[in-house]
């Protein structure tokens, strides 16, 4: 009877142990389960298309200083009239060359010391503002502009908008087109890491569409108007997108 009191218990208190490892077994496996079922990786897809500018923006600055203020006046005139007329016959319209805006400076106005008053009094500047959709004859106008060169008409070299600014705006056109060929490229990616990790590719975890960079197409990294110098652009974008991964 001594014997059955001491083997019962110790008998039950196996069977406890025993119930308590296969719980623990059980509930590591489940554990297992689970972050089996949350891992997930994170891939970018790439989109790239080469577009042709639809606009362009083509600023034209005169400048003629003088002495004689109407001789000056009238100096500035004319060279106004020969850009005028250089721009229509090289096709475009009086919408689209517009009128020029003016600004005229009196340097003597300025506290200048006895050695530095400028030879020239009066500074005239005239700027045109060319906006055009045919971006192919703003091209070919602004190779031409010796000829305003030649008429003595002096161009502002040193001001970056010598030469016109080309863009793209129809950006939203192809916004979903890119997106999709982005997303395509980003599940490649993920079906390739989950091949080599003996996984599958599940659903959507995450996802950021990318910003649309929009440069020049011939124009190299880290160069001046890389984006408005020419009428060739590349938009590109890249997309991150995290994706579940399942056994």
Do not use: C
């Amino acid at each position: 009877m001594r014997r059955e009191n001491i083997l019962n218990p110790l008998f039950f208190g196996g069977l406890i142990a025993l119930g308590l490892l296969g719980a623990s077994a059980i509930l590591a496996h489940a554990l297992i389960k689970f972050r089996s079922a949350g891992s997930y990786v994170t891939v970018k897809g790439l989109a790239e298309k080469d577009v042709k500018s639809d606009s362009a923006l083509w600023k034209i600055k005169v400048k003629v200083s003088g002495n004689d203020f109407n001789t000056t006046s009238q100096s500035v005139a004319q060279k106004n009239a020969l850009v005028q007329l250089f721009l229509k016959n090289n096709g475009f319209t009086p919408e689209e060359i517009g009128a020029p805006t003016m600004r005229v400076i009196d340097l003597y106005a300025r506290e200048f010391g006895n050695e530095k008053i400028p030879p020239r009094r009066y500074l005239f500047e005239s700027r045109f503002s060319l906006s055009s959709k045919n971006v192919d004859l703003v091209a070919k106008a602004a190779s031409r502009t010796s000829d305003l060169i030649a008429q003595g008409i002096i161009l502002e070299e040193n001001d970056y908008e010598i030469n016109p600014k080309y863009y793209f705006t129809k950006l939203n056109d192809i916004r979903p087109e890119m997106l999709a060929e982005a997303m395509q490229s980003a599940r490649v990616l993920a079906e390739q890491f989950a091949r080599d990790s003996h996984s599958k590719v599940g659903s959507i975890k995450f996802a950021n569409q990318g910003v649309f960079h929009i440069s020049d197409r011939e124009s190299s990294d880290g160069a001046a108007l890389s984006d408005v110098a020419s009428v060739m652009k590349k938009i590109r974008v890249v997309s991150t997108i995290d994706y579940y991964l399942t056994e």
